[in-house]
């Protein structure tokens, strides 16, 4: 396992604990071609099971490779063809039927849909029921490798994870940038821009920040998501802060929509950037 790459190594140890959350989606920026970013990512996340196989069967690298490529019986690799899925589908089929069985070997099934914006509504409403009740031991995650935004219905229940691409000259600027100028380049909401690079690390000022989240509630994701985004493509944070986004990213999915925003939950995660 690449020791700098943050992201995987606190995914991977998160699965130790026994502490993943059900939905992921991997995403990565730059200028790359769409079948590059796709190779990136199905590679990043073919790093992550092949670490999980081997942590679990004591094997080689190597043979673990090799197992993957034969198939796993609590993995599943979903894709498709043509441009966009449908529900009738084979590999939609073999989906449904997969998620109805627990994990035989590993503490979870992995559940991979590959170019997940090819997800159509149709595709989408009939996953709702999966989205909002997920099986009990199944992880999804959901890989995008464009720039189109991702339908609310999965996006909503998702927690992003940015994966930086070391060979685009644009992903390297990213790594050097503070969380300010990060703000400042990637986020869209100028209102939140504003706040967020105003914020200082001995005075955290959350009232303004809890208004303007009032006003919009879909903010403190959006704050999550800058915070989570910023740990993964940055040199300057730890796995174990990582580790915090990722746990506190978990508990905010569950908590916004019935207890709202928590500004001991912002403040813990903005000392971590700020």
């Given at each position: 396992?690449?020791?700098?790459?943050?992201?995987?190594?606190?995914?991977?140890?998160?699965?130790?604990?026994?502490?993943?959350?059900?939905?992921?989606?991997?995403?990565?920026?730059?200028?790359?071609?769409?079948s590059?970013?796709d190779?990136?990512?199905?590679?990043?996340?073919?790093?992550?099971?092949?670490?999980?196989?081997?942590?679990?069967?004591?094997?080689?690298?190597?043979?673990?490779?090799?197992?993957?490529e034969?198939?796993?019986?609590d993995?599943?690799?979903?894709?498709?063809?043509q441009?966009?899925?449908?529900?009738?589908?084979d590999?939609?089929?073999?989906?449904?039927?997969?998620?109805?069985?627990?994990?035989?070997?590993?503490?979870?099934?992995?559940?991979?849909?590959?170019?997940?914006?090819?997800?159509?509504?149709?595709?989408?409403?009939k996953?709702?029921?999966?989205?909002?009740?997920?099986?009990?031991?199944?992880?999804?995650?959901?890989?995008?490798?464009?720039d189109?935004?991702?339908?609310?219905?999965?996006?909503?229940r998702?927690?992003?994870?940015?994966?930086?691409?070391?060979?685009?000259s644009?992903?390297?600027?990213?790594?050097?940038?503070?969380?300010?100028?990060?703000v400042?380049?990637?986020?869209?909401?100028?209102?939140?821009?504003?706040?967020?690079?105003?914020?200082?690390?001995?005075?955290?000022?959350?009232?303004?920040?809890?208004?303007?989240?009032?006003?919009?509630?879909?903010?403190?994701?959006?704050?999550h998501?800058?915070?989570?985004?910023h740990?993964?493509?940055?040199?300057?944070?730890?796995?174990?802060?990582?580790?915090?986004?990722?746990?506190?990213?978990?508990d905010?999915?569950?908590?916004?929509?019935?207890?709202?925003?928590?500004?001991?939950?912002?403040?813990?995660?903005?000392q971590?950037?700020?």
């Amino acid at each position: 396992m690449d020791n700098k790459d943050i992201a995987l190594n606190a995914l991977f140890a998160r699965y130790k604990e026994s502490k993943l959350a059900h939905f992921y989606t991997l995403q990565t920026g730059g200028h790359s071609e769409v079948s590059q970013k796709d190779a990136l990512l199905e590679n990043w996340v073919n790093d992550f099971i092949i670490n999980i196989l081997a942590y679990e069967n004591n094997w080689e690298l190597g043979h673990t490779r090799e197992v993957l490529e034969r198939g796993h019986e609590d993995i599943l690799f979903v894709s498709t063809d043509q441009k966009t899925y449908k529900v009738t589908d084979d590999s939609i089929e073999e989906f449904f039927n997969f998620i109805r069985f627990r994990p035989s070997k590993l503490k979870y099934s992995f559940s991979i849909f590959k170019q997940s914006q090819k997800i159509t509504q149709i595709l989408a409403n009939k996953l709702l029921k999966t989205l909002e009740e997920p099986p009990e031991g199944h992880i999804f995650i959901f890989i995008k490798s464009n720039d189109e935004k991702t339908l609310a219905t999965i996006d909503s229940r998702t927690i992003k994870i940015n994966i930086l691409d070391k060979n685009d000259s644009q992903s390297k600027l990213v790594q050097e940038l503070s969380f300010r100028e990060f703000v400042a380049k990637n986020c869209e909401d100028e209102q939140l821009v504003a706040v967020l690079t105003k914020i200082e690390r001995n005075n955290l000022q959350l009232d303004e920040l809890r208004e303007l989240i009032k006003e919009g509630p879909t903010r403190e994701a959006n704050i999550h998501h800058l915070i989570a985004s910023h740990i993964n493509q940055s040199t300057k944070y730890s796995i174990q802060d990582a580790q915090i986004c990722l746990q506190a990213t978990k508990d905010s999915t569950f908590e916004i929509p019935f207890n709202g925003s928590s500004k001991s939950r912002l403040a813990r995660l903005l000392q971590l950037v700020i």
